[in-house]
């Protein structure tokens, strides 16, 4: 047989099992029934509010709450407000 006939049987070939297929699938929902659906409530997207052409905003830094400085005798970062750290032997006075 010639490379061309063996290519054209094979897509008829191709095409019977694809339209058996179909149909006995067909069949099967008409009986059985279709698997449900998932009840995933479904979102609109909102609305763009910038035109796509303008880079989208850039990332804005945390802003300190408290600051800290570091322990005159031992070294260890403190708030601010803090008077002591919370080593029990610090030897600074509780009012700093």
């Known amino acids: 047989m010639g490379f061309l006939l063996k290519i054209i049987l094979f897509g008829v070939a191709v ?9 006995w699938k067909g069949l099967w929902d008409r009986f059985v029934g279709r698997p449900n659906e998932p ?18 905003p850039a990332r804005q830094q945390a802003q300190v709450i408290d600051a800290s400085t ?27």
């Open 15 to 23: 095409y019977a099992a694809w339209k058996t297929f179909s149909r």
């Open 39 to 56: 009840n995933f409530p479904t979102q609109p997207r909102p609305a763009p509010t910038q035109p796509a052409s303008q880079p989208p």
């Open 70 to 96: 570091p322990c005159r005798v031992c070294g260890a970062w403190l708030s601010t407000a803090a008077t002591k750290c919370s080593r029990p032997d610090c030897p600074l006075p509780e009012g700093r």
